[in-house]
């Protein structure tokens, strides 16, 4: 009898379906659920008889569901060059068993298209995302014009529109960009529409609309327009490379900008900052938040702008859901807004969805959720990244970021050398440095780094080229170790417990206790007074706080603590925020050099509030085992935790009487 390998198999089994994923169906049978009058009948039926596209047994064809890359590229590459089986594969060569889809992406390559591996890896977990229309135009765009590295959705969108390849989803969500309705996820009507003007006008038989859609109209026109109608003089000028619109005028100042670097992360894909909004300038936001098609009524865009010109700096207001799409509000050196397509069901991993803890040689550096002032470890795309900073500080490496922070320099292990150069992607944050080895055999091999919090992240593959590295699970989180490993690391709190479990064993009241650099700790002598501008004025006098006692500031975290004053509300009295909670005295961090004096400060807060109670709180802190809610010293407390922000959240109720 012969043996079947499970690679064979799978490659059997695979072949048997048709490359939509769904079950085979009659290609001449006409669908259920597409009537004669639906909009993409045509195109569909095309598809159908062409043998491109299928239904479903129960002789539906589901137009409104949604279509993942694999389908839509296999679907594409069999109308431009004809279907092809995938080339034979060693199983002893692969670690990801073969796909279905294999020779459609072999095909692309074979035409030279391969930086849609850029936003799509090889793991089959990757090819089942739902993509959007945007991700749509990139791929069409290469089809016919070959490889383009960083391809701009705007740059293929705008293609698509010139060649009459689109005709957009919409006529009034700002310019020909935001009414191709680029974020939303592709339907498989939508896909059938694009599939057949793919066929046509690979055929010549693609003519030039009648009226072309105007592609160089901008938001800046329209915006002007808007202010004109409700009689305000604005300024409105557009960076069309950012896709960027600052406008200013009387009582307004904004910036808002399309975002089209988000698709598969948390999909905030509009963010606006509201640098200056007078009251009487409300009517006019709404109506300018109206144009760039934010789903919501006059009435609670109203209701948005106003609470979200009430936050207090640091905070987050809520999150509101329409339909698909998530609109967030917040205040960071402006009022932001930011909204987009909410992706429930897309497979990719969100940046920092994954719980991590770096250790290097033993010492752990970072790790998940409240413990740091700095980026988390993240997965992006399967790819897991660590900082530049954490590892070759200790394993006998070295950075340099260029004044300008568009060129890094890293020295690794016996001195090998790399250079990571900014990819020219607007967004410098989260952007992608591509790195190349110098004096080495290797020159041509490139490693994409990512930008985030002033530090380069590193491919952890990468890094185990030139380190030791091993992983090991704790519960949920996955414990990354760089060089010697300890001999029991845990994650259950950043340098606090395990390694080291007697580091915060100090009183943080004792103003004799020594600190690293002769710091000295305040003494917060004054007592909790009902006059809140009371107690504020104290925090600033005996304890450093700044901005009216508002804020407490260290070297690297200007709002290290921020106090809101809460005189208005009738239960909490005050709200704490915290943007990390700092390394222990004697293991100070390198890159917030001073944030041991977090813990120290809060104790002063906490007696002030809990008084003789206040070591509770404090160990709650020290063992990141914070309950939402309990009650000390007559005290409602509610504790919230946000992970979009990485701030944490205390609300100090009203002592009961």
């Known amino acids: 009898m012969r043996k079947i390998s499970a690679v064979t198999l799978s490659v059997m089994l695979s072949a048997s379906l048709v490359y939509t994923g769904d079950a085979l169906a009659s290609p001449k049978q006409r669908f259920t659920d597409v009537p004669a009058s639906h909009w993409a009948n045509a195109a569909i039926t095309r598809l159908v008889d062409s043998d491109i596209v299928h239904g479903y047994e129960d002789g539906s064809f589901k137009p409104n569901a949604y279509i993942t890359q694999e389908e839509f590229i296999a679907m594409a590459a069999q109308i431009l060059y004809g279907k092809s089986a995938a080339a034979p594969v060693n199983e002893e060569d692969i670690d990801v068993p073969p796909r279905w889809s294999d020779w459609a992406y072999q095909s692309l390559a074979s035409h030279g ?118 009689g305000v003089d604005v300024t409105a000028s557009s960076n069309t490379e950012n896709y960027q619109t600052r406008v200013e005028g009387s009582g307004i100042t904004l910036d808002f900008q399309f975002d089209e670097f988000a698709y598969g992360d948390l999909g905030e894909n509009w963010h606006m900052t509201i640098v200056k909004l007078d009251k009487s300038r409300i009517g006019l936001m709404t109506s300018i938040l109206k144009e760039l098609g934010l789903p919501m009524s006059e009435k609670e865009i109203q209701a948005l702008l106003t609470d979200l010109l009430a936050l207090e700096y640091g905070q987050t207001g809520e999150t509101y859901n329409k339909e698909n799409v998530s609109i967030h509000t917040s205040y960071y050196y402006g009022y932001h807004i930011q909204w987009g397509e909410h992706r429930n069901n897309d497979v990719q991993i969100a940046a920092n969805a994954k719980p991590y803890a770096l250790f290097v040689n033993g010492e752990e550096k970072r790790g998940p959720e409240f413990n740091t002032f700095l980026e988390p470890i993240f997965d992006k ?50 952007a992608a440095f591509i790195g190349r080895s110098i004096g080495m055999d290797d020159s041509n091999e490139t490693v994409k780094a990512i930008s985030m919090d002033g530090s380069l992240f590193l491919p952890l593959d990468f890094i185990s080229k030139y380190y030791p590295v091993t992983t090991q699970m704790e519960g949920a989180t996955t414990l990354i170790l760089i060089g010697d490993v300890p001999e029991h690391p845990t994650a259950d709190y950043f340098g606090t417990q395990g390694e080291y479990p007697s580091t915060f064993d100090f009183n943080p009241l004792d103003p004799n206790t020594p600190y690293p650099g002769g710091w000295k700790a305040p003494q917060l002598t004054s007592k909790w007074s009902s006059n809140s501008a009371d107690n504020f004025k104290a925090f600033e006098n005996e304890l450093g706080f700044i901005d009216g006692g508002r804020y407490y500031s260290i070297t690297g975290a200007h709002h290290a603590i921020t106090v809101i004053d809460q005189s208005d509300s009738k239960d909490t009295e005050v709200i704490l925020q915290f943007t990390g909670w700092g390394t222990p005295p004697g293991k100070p961090d390198a890159m917030v050099s001073e944030s041991f004096k977090i813990p120290v400060v809060s104790a002063q807060l906490f007696r002030f509030y809990f008084e003789d109670k206040w070591k509770s709180v404090w160990d709650y802190f020290n063992r990141n085992d914070i309950p939402e809610q309990f009650t000390l010293n007559g005290r409602q407390v509610n504790v919230s935790y946000s992970h979009l922000t990485g701030i944490m959240t205390v609300g100090i109720g009203r002592k009961a009487k």
């Open 113 to 230: 298209i391969t930086s849609l591996e850029d936003f799509w890896a090889r793991d089959s977990d990757k090819r089942l995302v739902q993509i959007t229309r945007a991700e749509a135009a990139r791929i069409i765009y290469m089809l016919f014009n070959g490889n383009v590295e960083n391809l701009s959705s705007k740059v293929a969108v705008k293609y698509l529109y010139e060649h009459n390849l689109t005709s957009g989803s919409y006529s009034d969500r700002g310019d020909y960009f935001a009414n191709y309705g680029p974020t939303e996820l592709l339907t498989r009507a939508q896909a059938a529409a694009f599939l057949t003007k793919i066929k046509d006008y690979k055929a010549g038989a693609v003519k030039q609309p009648s009226t072309p859609i105007k592609v160089d109209d901008t938001l800046a026109s329209r915006i002007k327009a808007i202010a004109k109608k409700a």
């Open 381 to 430: 795309n399967g790819t897991i990244y660590v900082p530049v900073t954490d590892v070759v500080s200790d394993m006998g490496g070295s950075w340099d970021m260029s004044t300008d922070w568009n060129t890094v320099t890293v020295v690794l292990k016996d001195g090998y050398q790399w250079v990571f150069e900014w990819d020219g992607v607007p967004k410098k944050n989260g």
